[in-house]
């Protein structure tokens, strides 16, 4: 949550932030600001609201001169969305300029203190402490690397920090604790970075900063300092993956976009760890004894990553017989759940930052149990500290809503089944062959869900169903989980009130919302099932809702005899069906946003990495 660049270099610094910003934007949008030294003094633009209103007002940077600066977009925790809320923040006596991804959690404490010895404060923020009490040694020492010290060693909570101090031009200070941050090596100018796509246009090397490090740097040099603050050598990564990758390329969002990239990206997470027909984890230590003593297995994430682990407790179960609790972060970290040696938890989190996932992954570990992390976010705090982990290499994902971070994850569960399975001699080879069969052609049938006909057939549902106020989602077994995360889509990115249900508890409660006009979504792809699922159909039907049926091709003319409005999928292996089974979901939420005219990519009130609990 919020993004952080800064540019130090011989170039004008705005169009450069301004540039960044645009890539970060994701992390938060209640606001945007930038802060460059120009003609010697700290020149502030910030602005309510959307990038571009800062972008119009700055007339994209060309209005601020100056070869450095900070500049900062915003998911408001202190404080509204607002002006003068917006980062950067200046100090008092307008000698330092802060700008904050994190929260501290003493900002109070602090501001009082600061507050007696004579600072005063405009804004609610806690960040606007920090610029104080950066200034405040600073006006005690006339050091700024030494003032800057002083001032983290008093800051509870977490922070990525990018800083300037006036009285030193050409010299800028960047400092990390438990929000991300990278610093980027240019020619002749350097860069930080809250994520990589900020400043991929410039350099692809960069450090990935651990927890505690300072970085002073100037556009020629650059020293790092650990949570010790002695020196340390930081060996930079040459990213591999192209600008593109987080650009829009010609989709009308990044949302369609990422949803058209699942089968590369389904494919890049599978065919590499299948060698001669089997699955290789070289990622992971799992071994065949520690396995066998297994007792329980945890999957702990939120959002959407917790609905595939709700997919993976029907999966692993099946395959594996070990028993699998998939439990929300912000419910584990406090539950004092039943851990120790012999339990794997799974954590699953795309940006790898998520803050109570990664409480919940500190909890696990001090309670011995393994852990195993499936990220997509390289070198995030997540990957770094788990076990073991299992990139799911799904390139950048820039939309709020996730989809093929999604189907990234579930591809990684399937492999984990698979090696589980076979090490423990839960599976039968015929089976394992069967299944590994059809994951190698999971791709290509996902590429099925995504032809132009299907997406005409969606786009037709949703502009039959685009205004009703409730939705339901109703399926069984790994449809339930299924459900779970089409809801959450439709929600999300089209403010549309939407629960989903296990098909069978309908009778036991919800049933009762069910009016004339309530749209039911009805996934019913488990053969053994099928039947089950229809009878609750019929229910819900007898009392006048509208019907969209998700299935496969096989059952397409039986649930035709029930529901007139029906997306099929191709089939597949029942374990990896869930992967083919999200795609229309995907695709009906996000022609549901649009005809809503909802900001598809940056719905309200979210933000791309939850880092706050
Ligand atoms: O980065 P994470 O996977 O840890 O994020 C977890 C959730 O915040 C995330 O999946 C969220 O629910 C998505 N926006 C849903 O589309």
Redesign the pocket.
């Known amino acids: 949550m919020c993004g952080i660049v800064g540019y130090l270099g011989s170039r004008q610094a705005s169009p450069i932030l301004l540039d960044g910003l645009s890539k970060l934007e994701y992390r938060g949008y209640d606001s945007a600001g930038v802060c460059v030294m120009s003609d010697g003094v700290l020149k502030v633009a910030k602005a309510k609201g959307r990038l571009a209103n800062l972008f119009g007002m700055i007339d994209g940077g060309k209005a601020i001169t100056g070869t450095y600066g900070i500049g900062h977009t915003r998911w408001a925790t202190h404080g509204a969305p607002s002006d003068i809320n917006s980062h950067p923040h200046i100090a008092d006596a307008g000698r330092i300029a802060v700008v904050h991804n994190g929260i501290i959690e003493n900002y109070i404490k602090l501001k009082e203190e600061l507050i007696l010895k004579g600072k005063h404060f405009h804004s609610e923020t806690d960040t606007e402490v920090v610029a104080n009490l950066i200034e405040y040694y600073y006006d005690r020492f006339q050091d700024f690397p030494r003032a800057v010290r002083r001032a983290v060693a008093q800051l509870e909570g977490s922070y990525a920090l990018g800083i300037l101090c006036q009285d030193l031009p050409g010299t800028m200070i960047a400092v990390k604790k438990e929000s991300p941050l990278i610093f980027g090596f240019g020619e002749g100018e350097n860069f930080i970075a809250s994520d990589v796509p900020a400043i991929l246009k410039y350099t692809r090397k960069v450090v990935y900063l651990n927890d505690g490090d300072t970085v002073i740097f100037t556009k020629d040099s650059v020293r790092f300092y650990d949570a010790f603050n002695d020196p340390v050598e930081r060996v930079p990564e040459m990213i591999d993956w192209d600008i593109s990758a987080a650009e829009k390329c010609g989709y009308d969002h990044f949302m369609i976009k990422e949803i058209h990239e699942q089968p590369k990206a389904v494919k890049g997470t599978i065919s590499p760890r299948i060698r001669d027909g089997r699955v290789v984890l070289d990622d992971v230590n799992l071994t065949r004894e520690y396995l066998e003593n297994l007792k329980k297995i945890y999957i702990v994430?939120?959002?959407?990553?917790?609905y595939v682990g709700c997919l993976g407790k029907y999966i692993l179960e099946k395959a594996c017989r070990i028993p699998v609790e998939p439990i929300l972060?912000s419910e584990f970290r406090y539950a004092e759940p039943v851990m120790g040696k012999d339990t794997l938890v799974l954590i699953?989190?795309?940006?790898?930052?998520?803050a109570d996932?990664k409480a919940a992954l500190e909890e696990a570990k001090r309670h011995g149990a393994r852990t195993l992390a499936i990220v997509?976010?390289v070198g995030s705090a997540?990957a770094k500290e788990a076990d073991d982990v299992i990139y799911t290499w799904a390139g950048p994902e820039i939309a709020?809503?996730?989809?093929k971070?999604?189907s990234t994850?579930l591809s990684v569960i399937y492999l984990i089944t698979l090696h589980i399975a076979e090490m423990i001699g839960t599976i039968k080879e015929e089976e394992y062959q069967a299944i590994i069969c059809e994951l190698l052609k999971l791709d290509q049938k996902i590429s099925l869900c995504l032809t132009p006909e299907i997406t005409a057939k969606i786009r037709y549902y949703a502009e039959q169903y685009f205004k009703v106020h409730d939705a339901f989602f109703i399926g069984r077994n790994v449809d339930c989980g299924i459900c779970m995360e089409g809801s959450?889509?439709l929600k999300?990115i089209a403010y549309i009130h939407s629960e989903a249900y296990a098909a069978g508890e309908l009778k036991h409660g919800p049933i009762s919302l069910i009016e004339e006009g309530t749209l039911v979504v009805a996934v019913a792809t488990v053969d053994s099932l099928f039947e089950k699922t229809m009878s609750n159909v019929k229910e819900v039907r007898a009392r006048g809702a509208e019907v969209l049926g998700i299935t496969t091709e096989n059952f397409e003319t039986e649930i035709k005899k029930t529901i007139p409005s029906v997306v099929s999928v191709p089939k597949t292996h029942p374990m990896l069906q869930p992967s083919l089974t999200i795609v229309p979901l995907q695709l009906f939420a996000y022609h549901v946003s649009l005809l809503r005219d909802c900001d598809v990519d940056k719905p309200r009130n979210?933000a791309?990495?939850?880092t706050v609990e």
């Open positions: 994430a939120c959002g959407s990553s917790y972060a699953i989190s795309q940006s790898g930052e998520t996932t997509n976010v997540i709020v809503a996730t989809t971070a999604f994850q959450l889509k999300e979210l791309k990495s939850v």
